[in-house]
């Protein structure tokens, strides 16, 4: 093993002999490091001065031999072969450290009136009748019933901690109850049932994940409002400035990690900030909604997208199923329901059909 120390910050990172420079930058922490095109050599931004120790230049332009002869080299381009000394440029612009929050993300004259939500998960009121002779259904044949008058003909399903309660819930308060339920693939799922007629809050994210910006907003779920808003950089971008890039950096299984684990802790990040400003602990947001282009949402997913731009240009999945929090490491309520906005193919990602709901085109297609 080797060890690469990183100046000016003295961070060092042990690599194994014949590790790049920008992957042993990317063990060490360092965040001054961008690789824009993908690590493929090409855009020089990389670039890094060696200060001491050996080092396999592999580059073949006549341009990067010059600046190999005065130690100044691509770090995508440079193996390690010894214990080395790097200085990285403090490069980073004050504009790619701190993004502009923006409360003004969608105009208010596309959002739905309050009766026409339809939110992944929301709180119902209702009073189910009491059990008799006459009416000798068990408690949870009765609560389907009059779920169904209000969601419609939809399978309801439950685990059994809700099946646990259900019983001292219908009976504490005369029937009336207030029920939380998801909606999911399957259809419908209570998460929990509560004795009373209550105010029960609800709360979701909205995440928009651009390939250079991430957008979350903390929605309330009952009635639509917009509660607090937050922008980001991707923190791919210096993995890649565009889709391409990072679709090649993507090839092998480690570097497909690199880029889920930043797009992951970005979004987490934002959902901390909204839900700080919210006043609201994360676990209390109990769905969320994603929208992004093919690339960006098989990233999010960590599935491999290197096929997305192979003929016949194919993607994994372009309807993604609606997922569990939890298997997806988004740090909200781990069983809140996860929805994706779908995509139409390998380049008309789900951020477009999205974009449409934005317009009039879905109830005016006769101009179209």
């Known amino acids: 093993m080797h060890t690469v120390r990183f100046l000016p910050s003295n961070t060092e990172a042990k690599v194994s002999p014949g590790t790049l420079i920008s992957e042993a930058a990317i063990m060490a ?23 001491d120790g050996p080092v396999e230049y592999t580059g073949d332009t006549r341009l990067g031999k010059a600046l190999a002869d005065k130690r100044l080299l691509m770090a995508c381009q440079t193996k390690v072969t010894g214990d080395i000394t790097v200085r990285v440029a403090e490069a980073r612009e004050t504009s790619m450290r701190v993004v502009g929050d923006s409360h ?61 309660d259900l019983a001292e819930a219908l009976r504490a308060a005369d029937g009336r109850v207030t029920v939380l339920v998801q909606r999911d693939n399957a259809g419908v799922s209570v998460s929990e049932v509560r004795s009373g007629h209550i105010t029960a809050r609800a709360y979701g994210v909205a995440v928009d994940i651009g390939t250079t910006t991430i957008a979350v907003q903390l929605v309330d779920l009952v009635d639509g409002r917009i509660l607090s808003s937050r922008t980001s950089y991707n923190a791919q971008i210096r993995l890649g400035a565009d889709v391409i890039s990072r679709i090649d950096y993507a ?17 987490n990040g934002l959902i901390a900030d909204v839900a700080e400003d919210g006043g609201i602990r994360p676990e209390e947001i109990e769905a969320a909604f994603v929208a992004g282009n093919t690339t960006m949402v098989h990233l999010f997913l960590a599935l491999p997208p290197r096929y997305i731009r192979e003929a016949p240009y194919v993607p994994t999945v372009n309807a993604v199923p609606s997922l569990p929090a939890l298997d997806l490491g988004l740090e909200i309520s781990q069983q809140a329901a996860v929805a ?29």
Request: proline content about 6%.
């Open 29 to 51: 922490g360092i965040e001054d490091l961008h690789l824009p095109c993908g690590a493929k050599g090409t855009c020089g931004r990389c670039l890094v001065e060696v200060v």
């Open 104 to 164: 003004f993300l969608i105009g208010e004259q596309y959002l739905p009136d309050r009766d026409s939500l339809t939110p992944l998960y929301r709180a119902i009121k209702l009073t189910v009748p009491c059990a008799s002779v006459e009416e000798h259904y068990s408690d949870w044949q009765r609560l389907v019933r009059e779920l169904t008058k209000e969601l419609g003909d939809v399978p309801i399903s439950a685990g059994i901690w809700v099946l646990r």
């Open 251 to 267: 090839r092998t299984p480690k570097k497909l990690h690199e880029l889920h684990s930043l797009v992951l802790e970005t979004v």
């Open 340 to 368: 994706f906005a779908p995509a139409v193919g390998s380049y008309v990602g789900g951020d477009i059909t999205v974009g449409l709901l934005c317009t009039d085109i879905p109830t005016n297609s006769d101009d179209v």
